[in-house]
């Protein structure tokens, strides 16, 4: 069992991008803004939060992870494959024909991937119904479901809400990818999810914010699962769209947009002088 990894989770978060990019340019798909906005989540669970083993993908006694964010899967392959779950190599086949590395994440046939998504809604009903199973089989592991804030715009998300606090889930952690940005608007102009903390706590769960950049404080959020005894725990992280890359921030442009010729090598360069 592999719980922790020698790479410190900054380096591993800066390599995630600089794949992400790499792979998104290669196979001409988008949604790099999506990656870069949860690179730093997604590296402090892989490196030092997620009960895995790359030896043994399906070992029964390990974490559950679910990107409900699918469209954002170049992210996740980036860091099974720097964890060991397949060749780095195999990044770049990244959404070409023939590749198992699809745009949106799929588990067939790659390691370490537990459930395709991408239309959205969907991850955490599956996932307070896997906790659900844990809790009746009195099975230790957890489910952690990463989900974008655009998708809390789904009934299906808040049902599942309700389900996990109603069986009080305490083996369920959801994090949101608050970004502020959908697909072609700010959040607040598509749907506004504010007072956002209030209402997941008023659903029964415990609740926490944190800063979805500063690895520190992300670790010691999820290295206290659960929060609160018998609830759901909701780790709600504060992001920045297209974060790492200057002129990809904030901007709706970096949802669907491509880094090609000079941006990518614009990109490439600021993410290879990141700290």
Request: proline fraction near 4%; glycine fraction near 8%; charged fraction near 20%.
């Amino acid at each position: 069992m592999s719980e922790a990894t020698s790479i410190p989770s900054s380096e591993l978060a800066r390599r995630i991008r600089l794949h992400a990019l790499r792979m998104t340019s290669l196979g001409g798909t988008s949604h790099i803004g999506s990656v870069f906005s949860m690179a730093d989540l997604v590296a402090v669970l892989y490196s030092r939060i997620l009960k895995v083993d790359s030896d043994r993908p399906k070992w029964p006694d390990r974490d559950r992870f679910i990107l409900s964010k699918g469209h954002a899967g170049a992210g996740i392959y980036a860091a099974l494959a720097e964890r060991g779950f397949f060749e780095l190599g195999l990044l770049d086949s990244h959404g070409q024909d023939g590749s198992i590395l699809s745009g949106h994440v799929s588990h067939k046939g790659v390691p370490g991937v537990e459930l395709s998504t991408g239309s959205l809604g969907h991850g955490l009903p599956v996932s307070a119904g896997m906790a659900f199973a844990a809790k009746l089989a009195e099975k230790q592991h957890r489910i952690f479901c990463l989900l974008s804030d655009g998708e809390c715009d789904e009934g299906s998300t808040w049902e599942a809400i309700l389900f996990a606090a109603h069986h009080r889930l305490s083996n369920l952690v959801a994090i949101i990818d608050y970004n502020k940005i959908q697909s072609l608007a700010p959040v607040p102009e598509t749907l506004g999810l504010e007072p956002f903390t209030d209402k997941w706590r008023s659903f029964g769960w415990a609740v926490r914010e944190v800063d979805g950049h500063d690895h520190q404080a992300i670790y010691s959020s999820l290295s206290s699962i659960p929060f609160e005894t018998a609830r759901p725990s909701c780790l709600i992280a504060h992001t920045t769209k297209g974060k790492g890359v200057s002129f990809m921030e904030n901007s709706v442009l970096w949802h669907y947009r491509t880094a090609r010729d000079e941006e990518y090598e614009a990109a490439r360069r600021e993410l290879e002088n990141l700290a």
